[in-house]
């Protein structure tokens, strides 16, 4: 069975779904720890109530952030993970932190990626009067918001939502397409060839409309 560490920092409802498809028989992984870089981190207690290792690593206490990420690396490296996992996870990350996990350091974002990268991306796609938008899982490259393409789930804008109504409504694509593009990696149906996504045959093609 695959070992995942996620890093988190804050809520941490994602790593909770991940929780939950394990829980439930639905994620054959081992999940050997959660790491946050905030000390008060909502989802720090809940991954110690499910009997998970939990670490926070304060980013406030390096210098610069090539030493955050080389002790973020050295505590994870620990954890020997085949697979590392950003669920809300609000750091960048340095060239050398994703080029040495490269192939097994997955992202959720909030939006239909190419499309809003970065914050606040349910406010910019009701400004910018979208009719569809998102959550995507990609694997991460040096590239901020912009690796490869795992899954996405496209929500309809409604014309009264607000930035609350539709982030939540997201959030539940969120919840349901990131243990399934974990499923994948854990069942040997993913991986990430010469910069690409390769999905084994039989698998859906990337769309979880
Ligand atoms: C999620 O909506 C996730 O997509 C987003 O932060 C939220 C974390 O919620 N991530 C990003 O914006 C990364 N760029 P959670 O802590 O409840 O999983």
Same mark, same amino acid.
């Given at each position: ?29 081992? $999940?050997?720890?959660?790491? =946050?870089?905030? *000390?008060?981190?909502? %989802? &720090?207690? /809940?991954? @110690? !109530? +499910?009997?998970? #290792? ?51 350091? $997955?992202?959720?974002?909030? =939006?239909?990626? *190419?499309?809003?990268? %970065? &914050?606040? /991306?349910? @406010? !910019? +796609?009701?400004? #910018? ?70 999905? +084994? ?9």
């Amino acid at each position: 069975m695959k070992n995942i560490v996620i890093l988190i920092s804050g809520r941490g409802s994602n790593m909770e779904a991940l929780i939950a498809a394990r829980d439930a028989g639905n994620l054959p992984v081992n $999940i050997a720890a959660v790491i =946050s870089n905030r *000390p008060d981190a909502k %989802g &720090l207690e /809940t991954a @110690q !109530r +499910a009997g998970i #290792e939990a670490h926070f690593i304060d980013h406030k206490a390096f210098a610069g952030r090539e030493a955050f990420d080389g002790a973020l690396a050295e505590c994870i490296d620990g954890f020997a993970p085949d697979l590392v996992v950003l669920a809300g996870f609000m750091r960048i990350l340095s060239e050398g932190f994703v080029r040495r996990y490269e192939g097994r350091l $997955i992202n959720i974002h909030p =939006s239909l990626l *190419p499309s809003f990268p %970065g &914050l606040h /991306t349910h @406010q !910019r +796609a009701l400004e #910018e009067g979208v009719r569809i938008h998102g959550c995507t899982v990609h694997f991460v490259t040096p590239a901020l918001d912009h690796g490869p393409v795992i899954i996405q789930a496209a929500v309809p804008v409604l014309d009264d939502d607000t930035e609350a109504m539709l982030a939540a409504r997201i959030l539940t694509q969120e919840h349901r397409i990131y243990p399934q593009a974990v499923r994948w990696f854990a069942e040997d149906k993913l991986r990430l060839e010469n910069g690409r996504v390769r999905l +084994a045959a039989g698998q859906n093609d990337g769309a979880a409309l």
